[in-house]
Each structure stands twice: as structure tokens, then as C-alpha cells.
């Protein structure tokens, strides 16, 4: 059997999203998984920044309703345009990345 993923989408500052996190870690001691964590920042009703933390590292895929691209503070780090609203780039473990919408 491969490795369970959950994702958590919040925000920052959000109590809610840290209990159900909390709630979340409490259960791995049961059951192992990897818990993804992104934090969403909205504007307008919009997406304005995503940003995610990669655990374990490799392929990350992100879908938006609208076109978005990645905002990367490292050189030489670009993600592959599968279509316009949806991007895939390699992370590494223990890596933070951003995306952002494209207006």
C-alpha cells in the first residue's frame, strides 16, 4: 500500500484550521500519514496566493479555476504549463512554494 496523503487548505491565523489540524495529528498516531498543509490567500473573491509545503517532496500539481503561475524566490526553478490553469513543478522535502493568479 503507498503512503496516505490528507491536504489541509486554510489560512493563516485561522483557529479553525489549526483544531482541525491538531485533530488531524492526533489521528496519525493511529493511522500513519503524510498531512499537506497549504495556506490560501484570497482577494476579490480570488485566488491571489497559494502556498504550499512540501513534506516529502517531488511532482506537485496545482489546478485553479483561473490561469496561475509559480512564484519562486530560487533561481532556475520554473514549473511546466500543463494547461492555463494548471501547473505541475518539482519540490523538494521541506520546501515552501507559492503560486500565484496570473492577474
Do not use: Q
Not at 511532482?59 to 530560487?74: D, G, N, T, Y
Amino acid at each position: 500500500m503507498g503512503v496516505i496523503r490528507v491536504a489541509v487548505y486554510g489560512k493563516r491565523e485561522c483557529a479553525l484550521c489549526d483544531e482541525v489540524k491538531a485533530t488531524l495529528l492526533a489521528v496519525r498516531t493511529e493511522i500513519p500519514f503524510v498531512l499537506d498543509e497549504v495556506d490560501i490567500e484570497w482577494k476579490d473573491s480570488k485566488l491571489d496566493k497559494a502556498t504550499i509545503y512540501s513534506k516529502l517532496g517531488g511532482k506537485c500539481r496545482v489546478r485553479s479555476a483561473a490561469p496561475i503561475k509559480l512564484i519562486s524566490e530560487r533561481a532556475g526553478h520554473e514549473a511546466k504549463t500543463i494547461e492555463p490553469t494548471v501547473i505541475e513543478f518539482e519540490t523538494k522535502a521541506g520546501g515552501t512554494y507559492s503560486v500565484s493568479s496570473e492577474n
